[in-house]
């Protein structure tokens, strides 16, 4: 049935709509789409006019008129009506897919009604040459399980990523990367998938915001005294001294000064006992509330041995040194005054030992683990381009484990701040997560989640709890595996250390060093971080990071050294040996309105009780998208 432009005009004027000719053209690719005539058209756009309070009808109103409206109802009544006529008329091939699965749900229905002898009402022919194959959604393409359209009235894709010409360039190697190719064993591999934790991993949910001073003074102090040990047995000190006695001998020190000032004898003893090196525990801290500089230095000593008191630093005499807030470490030097420790040597911190493998960790054959790290949209679209580019890599390479970084609906989108989405924040996650797993069901590598703080659906506390999803279909229930922020997980007996947090970008601001030759940031901050034993080791944390220290304690420590720390960042993408640590920033999977970069590694296990360690690590590449 042909439709007439006039007279669909007319029908708009009459409630004085105006429309231009360019959208009235489209009103009537609407009709012919969606089965509709002038006046019933007309009716349903004056209707939702009138909802949204739109008193013209604009190129934006129509979008949305589409996609809220018709999508939605329109729609199920031309399916229905289309079933009863035979005739499927004109459709795109998403309802065609809808028509496929409600008359599964009819068939499912009808044969739960039947007895067991009877069988299904509905039987295919098969033979061994055509053999049955269950009909499931994961043939469907990532572009039909992710409908941006369906929760955003603009989803346009972004053109500066749509015309990247580098997709595919190779920014950073480690080992030898660059004369392979890069594939996994296409499901073939016995995976081992364990979630570390002393004594347990979080694994849910827990009560936030109700922690106070003196329980994350408890837990610093812990920190503190722990570390502490492991400093005095591995430098084999023999007693630390006291901030606050240090202080007390030199007062007392200075007062003898002034009254043996006018006598002529030899004082060389009491110039000793001035000059006497003292060993002090403490943790690094600011003098203000501004940014630490060589100048603001103090050190909070521990409890037992100083009860919290604390000392100004002078560096001037350290050629070398690192330091950040909230940094444990053990200072020898001299307090001539009883005001101020000239500093004249830092105990470097220790690492963990590395996880030794056992027969119980599984196959030792060579895998490989593909890390990538949202956002997975560019901030001017909300498409989910860029992740519908990962799950068509994940498929072709057929990684054994891919660990995926949040955010994946991230709270710093321009849409999601200015709230434009049409769906709740929990609906378009759901969605995000469906796709990547059902358009990677193919592939049969193993899936590892990993939230983010910037996560807009998720709870906003660190250590963060992993993502629930209570619906996962049974298929990919062995696949699937969700875990919390921060993470350690080992994967065949090789130990991962797993965070969404920007430790680089968050220390980073605040390390000071001094060094005589060249230093690398990244390289420092990395090592504080596996010395520290911690995957937050800074204190006071950033303004963004609301940390519950009791949880913080329990589930964001090191248990081991990892043999892989996978730590995005916005800075600078990276692969690098710390410590016999290979750790990995694959950067972001997009930067703005570009694209980003992931990694993939390559990485197997030394047999079990073979003498002294080699990396796990074969070769490593950050890519771009």
Known sequence: MAVSAQLLVEELEIFGLECEEALVEKLIELCALYGQNEEGMAGELIAFCTSTHNDCVTAETLNSFEHEFLSKRLSKARLGASKGSGHAGARDIVSIQELIEVEEEEETLLNSYTTPSKGSQKRAITTPETPLTKRSVST????????????????????????????????????????????????????????????????????????????????????????????????????FTPVLVTAQVCFAVRHID?????????????????????TLLGQ??????????????????????????????????????????????????????????????????????????????????????????????????????????????????????????????????????????????????????????????????????????????HEPVYPQPPFSCSDLPREDKKRVQFVSEPCTLCINGMIFGLTSTDLLLHMGAEEISSSSGTSDRFSRILKHILTQRSYYPLYPPQEDMAIDYENFYAYAQLPVTPDVFIAPSELRYFVKDILGCICVNPGRLTKGQVGGTFGRLYLRRQAAGAEGRRSPCTAAQVVRI
């Open 140 to 239: 469907r393409s990532p572009h039909q399980l992710l409908s941006p359209s369906s929760f955003s009235p603009s989803a346009t894709p972004s053109q500066k990523y749509s015309s990247r010409s580098n997709r595919g360039e190779v920014v950073a190697s480690f080992g030898s990367a660059q004369v392979m190719s890069w594939s996994g064993r296409e499901g073939a591999s016995n995976i081992s998938l364990k979630v570390l934790g002393y004594p347990e991993p979080l694994t849910g949910s827990y009560k936030s915001m109700f922690q106070k001073l003196p329980d994350i003074r408890e837990v610093l102090t812990c920190k503190i005294e722990e570390l502490g040990s492991e400093l005095k047995e591995h430098y084999k000190i023999e007693a």
């Open 258 to 278: 002034q009254m043996l000032s006018s006598c002529p004898k030899d004082c060389h003893s009491y110039v000793y006992l001035r000059q006497e090196p003292v």
């Open 284 to 457: 690094i801290g600011c003098d203000s509330n501004g940014k630490l500089n060589h100048k603001s230095v103090i050190l909070e000593g521990d409890r037992e041995h100083s009860s919290g008191a604390q000392i100004p630093v002078d560096l001037s005499e350290l050629k070398e040194y690192s330091l950040f807030p909230g940094q444990v470490v053990v200072m020898e030097g001299i307090n001539t005054t009883g005001r101020k420790l000239v500093a004249t040597r830092l105990y470097e911190g220790v690492p963990l030992p590395f996880h030794q493998p056992t027969e119980e960790d599984g196959d030792s054959e060579q895998i490989m683990v593909l890390v990538a790290c949202g956002p997975y949209t560019t901030s001017d679209s909300i498409t989910f381009d860029p992740l519908l580019d990962l799950i068509t890599i994940i498929n072709h390479d057929r990684p054994d484990v891919c660990i995926l970084f949040g955010p994946f609906l991230d709270a710093k989108h321009e849409q999601v701040e200015s709230c434009l989405l049409t769906s709740p924040f929990e609906e378009v996650f759901k969605q995000c997560l469906r796709t990547i797993i059902e358009g990677t069901r193919s592939s049969g590598s193993h899936l590892i989640f990993v939230p983010s703080l910037r996560d807009v659906h």
